[in-house]
């Protein structure tokens, strides 16, 4: 399989969101995070099935996609849409989640999840998210932290479930990484994916991935495309 991720820069407009969406349904991806996602449902709606309650959908009737991408849209999640070939498994939930509350002086970590169940009955879980820029201020880093610590909750969480586990992440720290799972550049070499040319776009998985690499775009940030 591959997973792709990428940060959309938020002053794009529509033309320049389908081009970055394009550019990243290029690369062949089986999962697709985007992080910031400035240009609405349209260009989703363009490029697959976007499905906001799975459980309205069954109810209703109306058959699963067989082909496609299926996009997994959290309500006011803050641009986190995800997309999952339909051969590849079926959306069984999708909500957003409030990883860091925010403050004062910090903005909410916010992510969103997806449960999907792939055609041999297992249980995947995604989480898209966006974390603060720890260099900024004390409060930042502490935010950061307090993202860790949740992310890490969730991953245990869920394979305490029984459920395999993704995280697609702009994580803001050069090459994030966390105990329960494997990040896509350990054992490669890290390339540029953000500004300043850190390698801050992660994904975060049980097993290595087997390539990386980086794809340049309209956006401020390279797509990030690892192959499993």
Partial sequence: MRAVTL????????????????????????????????????PLKSAGTVIKHPWARRRGGRDYPTSGIVWAVAPRAGGLPVGVRAKWAELRSVKRVTLVPGTRTTRATLGAESIWRRPNGTEQAI??????????????????????????????????????????????????????LKSCWDGHPDLPTGPGGLTIDIILRERRADDVDVFVNLSDHNGVTATY
């Fill in 7 to 42: 940060n959309v820069k938020r002053t794009l407009n529509q033309r320049q969101c389908r081009s970055v969406l394009a550019r990243a349904l290029d690369q062949n991806p089986t999962v697709l995070a985007l992080q910031e996602w400035p240009g609405g449902l349209g």
């Fill in 127 to 180: 989480l898209d998210a966006h974390l603060l820029v720890p260099k900024r201020s004390v409060e930042n880093r502490r935010a950061h932290d307090a993202g860790t610590d949740a992310i890490r909750g969730w991953v245990r969480g869920h394979h305490a479930a029984g459920r395999k586990c993704i995280v697609l992440l702009d994580a803001n720290e050069h090459l994030y990484n966390i105990p329960e």
